[in-house]
């Protein structure tokens, strides 16, 4: 029988095109995981500002709880979060923006959360129903905060891998972007090395 395709999901929330510094790393990982992959595979990109992402609110909201009660998950408007459960591998790439993700991205976090497609519930708690088995995020920050609680962005990624049962998550960022701006291409030169060999490793994996 022959093998499906890994399926890559990249979900670029990156605001500033290709100015942003993030995309530039996420693409430096991409172009060295491209050429070192030896099977084929499929890979899906959704450009998170170009979508029209709604927040859960009002008929929107209500909609989709009638949806869940019905047990309707095969609703189209749960496509997106079908097709994140349904990834083999994931990749992330998003700026800091106060202290967390911008709100795109959340829009989208809130749209694939979802009880009975990317994580279940029993009298234990939640378990992950998502077939990843890693998800792999780039991210820029103006500041300094590695390891402080200030920072929410991969912290919050972090823990959703494990509301969704996505075993291994890394994150490979630059930061001191805007508070020492004379470091930038030493900090980014680090940062794409970094890129550069995940993407050359990644199908080790
Ligand atoms: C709306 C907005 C909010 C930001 N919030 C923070 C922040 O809370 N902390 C920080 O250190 N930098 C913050 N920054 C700076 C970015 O993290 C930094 O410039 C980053 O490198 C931008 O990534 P990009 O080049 O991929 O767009 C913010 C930038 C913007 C535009």
Redesign the pocket.
């Known amino acids: 029988m022959k093998e499906e395709k890994t399926k890559v999901l990249m979900i670029n929330g990156?605001?500033?095109g290709r100015?942003?510094?993030?995309?530039?790393l996420a693409e430096a990982f991409l172009n060295c995981m491209r050429a070192s992959a030896t099977d084929p595979f499929t890979y899906t990109q959704l450009d998170l500002a170009q979508m029209d992402l709604r927040p859960l609110t009002g008929k929107f909201f209500e909609e989709r709880q009638k949806l869940l009660e019905e047990n309707n998950r095969m609703h189209p408007r749960f496509d997106l979060a079908r097709q994140f459960a349904e990834a083999d591998r994931i990749l992330v790439?998003?700026?800091?923006?106060?202290?967390?993700i911008?709100a795109v991205l959340k829009l989208y976090i809130e749209n694939i959360s979802l009880d009975g497609i990317t994580f279940g519930c029993n009298p234990d708690g939640m378990y992950g129903m998502c077939r990843a088995k890693d998800l792999l995020f780039f991210?820029?920050?103006?500041?300094?905060?590695e390891g402080g609680s200030m920072e929410q962005g991969a912290r919050y990624l972090q823990a959703l891998c494990g509301m969704f049962g996505i075993p291994d998550f890394r994150c490979i960022y630059?930061?001191g972007?805007?508070?020492q701006p004379e470091r930038e291409t030493e900090i980014m030169g680090r940062a794409l090395e970094e890129a550069r060999a995940a993407g050359v490793q990644y199908w080790e994996r």
Do not use: H, N
């Not at 100015?19 to 530039?24: D, F, Y």
């Not at 790439?93 to 967390?100: E, Q, T, V």
């Open positions: 990156c605001i500033r100015e942003s510094r993030t995309w530039i790439a998003a700026p800091f923006w106060d202290l967390s911008p991210t820029s920050r103006g500041g300094f905060y630059a930061e972007m805007d508070f």
